[in-house]
């Protein structure tokens, strides 16, 4: 009999917020399974700047420690994978459609078998036929196969089983996982919150998780600091009463995927009787998002009051052209209309950047709405500055409104307590110590580098 060891090698999410990257080998069994395999925003930050400089291969990803070091992983080309190798790890799960969590199975074998959900992969096949320029081999997904699962299905992977639970994050199709290995149950919270429009998503997970004999919860830890404490309803309001005072055009600025802050804007948009504006990116992402079956709240994308934004000045993807081909007349606007009746409108835009602004020239008057979900990224800093600025110029002033697709300290804690488990380690932290002397329960054991690897027998 092989002996009952189970290694979990951190490849990211160390003392960073994403980047999850978590193997777990179970030596008992003879299985190796992935726990979300996404981008560092860190590492991107520290070694490229978007579009000037960026990943130039595979062997440049290993060797800044940005995808690890294991044989028969990675594909072998970017247009034919017939002599991808077979990959040693069994299985991929990726916890939910931010780039943080599934951005680097671009680089996989395409024989790798990748677990999703069914929203997350509605949401990465949308994403991925966005992207402009393909650059880099982290942004080819073609080729890649999926396998979807529903909450409380459970996944044979030889004798390891892997059972997803839905929880609430600020994107649909979000999971957590309870993982039955030789040397008991292991779960991962993924990104999750209780204070979204879908809580009962992770009370669900928080329910699993009591009737089990956790061995290792493996959990987020996000906001243990600094958690802003509001919770989607209190958005809500928020934005009703500044967007409910403000005479002129309303630019609202939030992630093209947090499908929840979508429909509280668009439920504002009809108290106020203002149409909202999308551009056709955001229009495919919603389109993605709405065929997931029993998505909780669906919104008719033909209603009138969505408009779809036509740009000339810019290139569309072959998505956005298909997208102003299908949709009636009447349902396009353009930036003219925008600039000269804003009043009538709220112009939804995701990291707005200097040039949107400078198109619509918005009359002064006009508020810019932050109310923005993660992931963050590297080209947002650069130019946030800079929209600032143009912003002043047009006089169009600022609010920041926003909950988070995290859980608070509080409800990290309450999680904790509520699977009672022997063992914590937390990931998609910037102070895992602080979050253990916050919670003040369980054996933890804190990954403290890339690569780190904890051995549970
Ligand atoms: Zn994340």
Not at 192 to 205: M, P, S, Y
Request: contains cysteine; glycine residues 6%.
């Amino acid at each position: 009999m092989p002996k009952k060891v189970v290694e979990i090698i951190f490849y990211g999410g160390v003392k960073e917020i994403g980047g999850n990257k978590i193997l777990i080998r179970d030596k008992g069994l003879g299985k190796s399974i992935f726990l979300d395999f996404g981008k560092s925003f860190e590492l991107s930050r520290m070694y490229y700047e978007f579009p000037f400089n960026y990943p130039e291969s595979i062997e440049e990803l290993i060797n800044i420690d940005a995808v690890p070091p294991i044989q028969d992983l990675y594909t072998k080309s970017e247009t034919n994978f017939e002599n991808d190798p077979e990959p040693t790890i069994d299985a991929f799960f990726i916890s939910h459609p931010h780039l943080d969590h599934y951005g680097h199975i671009s680089l996989l074998s395409r024989k790798a078998r990748i677990f999703v959900g069914q929203g997350a992969k509605n949401i990465i096949e949308v994403g991925s036929k966005l992207i402009t320029r393909k650059t880099s081999p982290e942004l080819n997904y073609n080729g890649l196969k999926f396998e979807t699962f529903k909450t409380g299905d459970e996944i044979q992977i030889g004798d390891m089983v892997v059972k997803p639970i839905h929880v609430d994050h600020s994107i649909p199709g979000a999971y957590g996982f309870i993982i039955y290995t030789s040397i008991g149950t292991i779960a991962y919270t993924g990104d999750f919150r209780i204070h979204g429009a879908h809580k009962e998503l992770t009370e669900d997970f928080i329910r699993e998780l009591e009737k089990e004999e956790i061995k290792v919860l493996i959990t987020e830890g996000t906001h243990v600091e600094f958690s802003s404490g509001y919770n989607e309803e209190d958005v809500r309001r928020k934005l009703l009463e500044v967007i409910d005072e403000t005479k002129e055009l309303i630019i609202a600025d939030f992630g093209k995927s947090d499908y929840d802050r979508f429909t509280t804007f668009y439920n504002i948009s009809k108290q106020v009787k203002r149409s909202i504006i999308v551009d056709p990116k955001r229009y495919a992402i919603l389109q993605g998002i709405l065929k997931i079956p029993n998505i909780r709240t669906k919104v008719d994308l033909m209603d009138p009051d969505i408009l779809v934004v036509r740009d000339e000045k810019k290139r569309p993807t072959k998505v956005e052209k298909e997208i102003l081909n299908t949709i009636p007349d009447e349902k396009k606007i353009s930036i003219t209309d925008i600039s000269k009746n804003g009043e009538k409108y709220i112009y939804s835009v995701f990291f707005a950047s200097s040039r949107d602004i400078k198109k619509v020239s918005p009359s002064r008057g006009s508020v810019y709405i932050l109310s923005a979900s993660e992931p963050f990224n590297e080209e947002r800093e650069i130019s946030f500055e800079k929209l600032i600025n143009w912003l002043e110029f047009f006089g169009v002033s600022m609010y920041s409104i926003h909950c988070s697709g995290h859980a608070t300290p509080n409800h990290l804690k309450r999680l904790i307590i509520h699977a009672q488990p022997e063992i914590v380690i937390p990931v998609h932290t910037l102070r895992p110590i602080l979050f253990r002397n916050f919670v003040n329960f369980g054996d933890w054991r804190i990954p403290d580098s890339r690569g780190s690897r904890i051995v549970i027998e």
